[in-house]
């Protein structure tokens, strides 16, 4: 499912949506239950919500922390896979515990959860306010970035018209190529950068940031590139659009 389904609908609507209907998801979930409180409701909701986030949400998470270095986004992995997972789990199961202590119904804790699915849609939705250099512009070339924020084979991805984009600086200077694996189907952004090669950060395809060439496998197909044009320590692309 990950290979071909995920990777579809990463690819066709990208990553917030998936992150934003987790909540809506759970929403719907919780509140089916608490107005059917029965354990064929329990059996099916739980298979489906497995389903979502084992075949959707967890390989869509991840690829937000493919922006970070290799430490810091093994860390972040097992933070949320470990920690923050068993310790939901407990805490869920104490208010479970708890609430009915209090009088309150099985099938009306259910109401005690949706606001927190509510609180995951707004934190999906809130991540559009994180995308780096989002402009709007219809130029022959587009200022994105400076030289002074890129550090020597380091790349920083960039939203031009809707297009996203990884800007690496290597030894030969700046190149621009598609921020999207073309096998993996996640952002390059976090893969390691040596002269001018980049590996993808999840199966190590690697490809050439000058001709966006396949270099090694697991990839096959050549990433698109963009042209670069650099004015004192200003960094534009050329318009996708153009």
Request: proline content about 2%; overall charge neutral; glycine content about 8%.
């Given at each position: 499912m990950q290979i071909f389904f995920t990777s579809y609908l990463l690819r066709k609507i990208g990553i917030i949506p998936i992150l934003t209907l987790y909540g809506i998801f759970l929403l719907i979930a919780f509140g089916t239950y608490a107005t059917y409180p029965t354990i064929t409701a329990v059996l099916v909701l739980t298979v489906l919500i497995r389903v979502f986030e084992y075949g959707l949400n967890k390989p869509t998470r991840e690829t937000v922390f493919t922006s970070l270095?290799?430490?810091?986004?093994?860390?972040?992995?097992?933070?949320?896979?470990?920690?923050?997972?068993?310790?939901?789990?407990?805490?869920?199961?104490?208010?479970?515990?708890?609430?009915?202590?209090?009088?309150?119904?099985?099938?009306?804790?259910?109401?005690?959860?949706?606001?927190?699915?509510?609180?995951?849609?707004?934190?999906?939705?809130?991540?559009?306010?994180?995308?780096?250099?989002?402009?709007?512009?219809?130029?022959?070339?587009?200022?994105?970035?400076?030289?002074?924020?890129?550090?020597?084979?380091?790349?920083?991805?960039?939203?031009?018209?809707?297009?996203?984009?990884?800007?690496?600086?290597?030894?030969?200077?700046?190149?621009?190529?598609?921020?999207?694996?073309?096998?993996?189907?996640?952002?390059?952004?976090?893969?390691?950068?040596?002269?001018?090669?980049?590996?993808?950060?999840?199966?190590?395809?690697?490809?050439d940031l000058k001709t966006g060439e396949v270099m090694a496998p697991p990839a096959f197909e050549d990433l698109e590139t963009f042209k670069v044009k650099i004015e004192g320590t200003s960094i534009s692309v050329k318009n996708p659009e153009t």
């Open positions: 270095n290799k430490q810091d986004r093994y860390k972040s992995t097992v933070m949320m896979d470990t920690f923050v997972a068993r310790t939901g789990d407990y805490f869920g199961g104490q208010a479970v515990t708890l609430l009915t202590v209090f009088g309150l119904a099985i099938g009306s804790v259910a109401y005690a959860a949706l606001p927190i699915a509510v609180l995951l849609s707004i934190v999906g939705t809130r991540l559009l306010k994180h995308q780096k250099f989002k402009v709007q512009n219809s130029e022959d070339y587009i200022q994105v970035a400076d030289t002074t924020d890129i550090e020597l084979s380091h790349s920083v991805s960039v939203n031009v018209n809707g297009k996203k984009i990884l800007i690496c600086n290597t030894e030969e200077g700046f190149f621009a190529v598609q921020d999207m694996c073309t096998h993996a189907l996640i952002p390059l952004c976090g893969g390691f950068i040596q002269g001018t090669l980049i590996s993808c950060p999840l199966h190590g395809a690697v490809f």
